[in-house]
């Protein structure tokens, strides 16, 4: 069938306002020739140097294939050969977004295998830490999504609060990104005076900003027309490839493991798990902005429970983990995050095994983009949450 | 370039003509690992060195002035990277923002990360720190102005890139790292 007789098919609207009767051509009418596209590894939908290649019909995907490996740099292999204090600089950084989250974990860990008593102090600001820097995660997400799909604005919002608590952190812990604030034991030093006030402070801040978010972005008719029913996620496919965090509780499943299993203190305070319906694109931005709003539930908690006393443990000069091996999961910001931490009694872990939440979200690609249109490839792309260096390590 | 790079301009007509360029740099960024949010962070309102003339749409390598590789760099990468700066007119500037990209920074025993964009694309100004502040992007950026008001076309482009700004090399204290 030549071009002519498919467009002599699509009848012209007869007045402006009435709908045009557009008949659709099925593949057997409208010749279609399959295309090979790469997204990235430079491409600013894939904020970083994430690569998929979409095999396409037309403008419809064929089939995704996500190249992973451009922001490899080893870090399982280099964890072997940094003591147990040194690690925590290199671990908070595969998460660069998260980087009080991993090196939590590692705390943990370490800890777990030396059989250590953590003063009550120190886990409770360990909580705190970790809960803004959920916040600090997620507002960057809320920013970057909605610059993908095309509206500046929240980025700039987004990075009005995330300065604010880059300071607030900045105060404590002397780092806007990398923190290395832990330490086995304990915290590095306690927090300055007047850090709690301020706290308070930047967190009524962001609680009264909140809702700029929920109309600016969440309320758009343009953005909820490019994600609603987008990409929907059954809850059985997001469990089988390992998906958590988001973009499992967009599916309906209310997994996180400081509801169900909880580590430092979170089993003494009320932890609300905001959870989706649909596994679309909205659902799972829907989970994101209102995991911000619970973990500043948490951070009010905390605020009436901090306790006074010791942040760390003495420690011995040269930390060593007697021979064995653990295994530690906390809720990272995007998922849960997992350290296989194995020592052979030595200064330095005999392997450090990272179980990443971005590189099990990212499984879900695939079958998410098949059947999509290209333009909501992008909307897809955005919505599973990941930070590159989450999945390469 | 055509003629810019083959004759010396007349005093008054360099200095407006690179008093043009200096505000007027349309940066790609290559944003590759954690400094990029550092990059992002300095060009919104808080620091927002879109005020410096330094405007960060640039809609691809082939509109840009300015490359700012944030990040570490792997070996996997670096042929993107070489890439995109060739297709980058002339002149082009590069700053390398952070340690990852001047050094190779954590990963310096790493056997998969490139120890420095400086092997594969020459450097014009080094930002040093893991992340640097955005304070310390602003810095290099005022850096690197300073050197575009001053220099000649022709000179440059006879004599590339032969000896790069390193921030804080003459007071090693002034400029810390962020964390």
């Known amino acids: ?393 | 370039m055509g003629l810019m790079d083959q004759v010396e301009l007349p005093q008054p007509v360099k200095y407006v003509f690179n008093w043009g360029r200096k505000y007027s740099l349309w940066c790609f960024n290559f944003g590759l690992a954690c400094c990029a949010i550092e990059f992002i962070a300095a060009s919104t309102s808080r620091h927002d060195f879109i005020r410096h003339g330094v405007i960060p749409f640039a809609h691809g390598p082939r509109q840009a002035d300015l490359l700012v590789v944030s990040g570490t760099l792997t070996d996997k990468m670096a042929p993107a990277v070489k890439r995109l700066y060739e297709e980058m007119p002339e002149p082009k500037y590069v700053i390398s923002f952070g340690s990852c990209s001047n050094c190779g920074g954590p990963y310096w025993d790493s056997y998969s990360v490139t120890k420095g964009v400086d092997q594969i694309i020459p450097v014009d100004v080094y930002v040093p720190g893991c992340p640097p502040r955005p304070e310390a992007l602003l810095d290099g950026i005022i850096a690197l102005q300073d050197r575009i008001q001053n220099e000649s076309l022709k000179d440059r482009m006879a004599d590339r890139r032969k000896d790069p700004i390193t921030l804080g090399a003459d007071a090693p204290l002034a400029l810390g790292s962020s964390s």
Not at chain 1, 94 to 121: I, K, T, Y
Not at chain 1, 126 to 144: D, P, Q, T, Y
């Open chain 1, 1 to 393: 069938m030549s071009d002519l007789d498919t467009k002599e098919r699509i009848q012209p609207a007869t007045a402006p306002g009435e709908g045009i009767a557009v008949q659709f051509v099925g593949d057997a009418d409208f010749p279609t020739q399959d295309m090979s596209v790469s997204i990235g590894p430079a491409h600013p939908a894939t904020h970083g140097v994430f690569r998929i290649v979409l095999e396409l019909d037309g403008e419809r995907v064929k089939q995704a294939t996500p190249v992973v490996g451009y922001m490899h740099r080893g870090f399982e292999k280099l964890a072997e050969h940094r003591d147990f204090r040194q690690i925590m600089a290199l671990v908070n950084r595969h998460d660069w977004l998260s980087g009080f989250s991993n090196e939590l974990g590692v705390a943990l860990a370490v800890e777990q295998m030396m059989e250590m008593e953590v003063p009550d102090r120190a886990q409770w600001i360990r909580m705190l830490m970790a809960e803004w820097n959920r916040i600090l995660n997620h507002l960057m997400f809320v920013g970057s999504y909605a610059l993908e799909l095309g509206a500046i604005t929240p980025m700039f919002y987004a990075f009005r609060e995330r300065d604010d608590i880059q300071h607030l952190l900045e105060s404590a812990t002397g780092g806007r990104l990398h923190f290395t604030y832990n330490q086995p034991g304990g915290l590095k030093i306690d927090l300055p005076k007047g850090f709690l006030k301020e706290s308070v402070q930047v967190s009524q801040t962001v609680r009264t900003r909140l809702p700029d978010y929920f109309d600016l972005v969440l309320g758009n008719e343009i953005f909820q027309g490019r994600t609603k029913g987008v990409g929907p996620l059954p809850p059985d496919v997001a469990l089988s490839v390992g998906a958590t965090g988001p973009t499992l509780q967009a599916t309906g499943v209310a997994e996180d493991s400081r509801v169900t299993e909880p580590y430092l203190k979170y089993g003494e305070i009320d932890v609300e798990v905001p959870v989706g319906e649909n596994g679309d694109s909205f659902d799972r931005f829907y989970c994101l902005l209102h995991r911000i709003r619970t973990s500043l539930d948490i951070i009010d908690q905390i605020h009436d429970h901090m306790p006074a006393g010791p942040v760390n443990t003495k420690l011995p000069k040269m930390v060593k983990a007697p021979e064995g091996a653990t295994y530690v999961r906390t809720e990272n910001p995007l998922g849960q995050l997992g350290y296989w931490l194995e020592s052979d009694g030595g200064r330095t872990p005999w392997r450090l095994k990272m179980r990443t939440p971005s590189f099990s979200n990212v499984q879900t690609m695939p079958y998410l983009m098949e059947g999509a249109l290209l333009p909501d490839a992008i909307s897809i792309l955005g919505s599973v949450f990941f930070v590159v260096g989450d999945i390469d390590r």
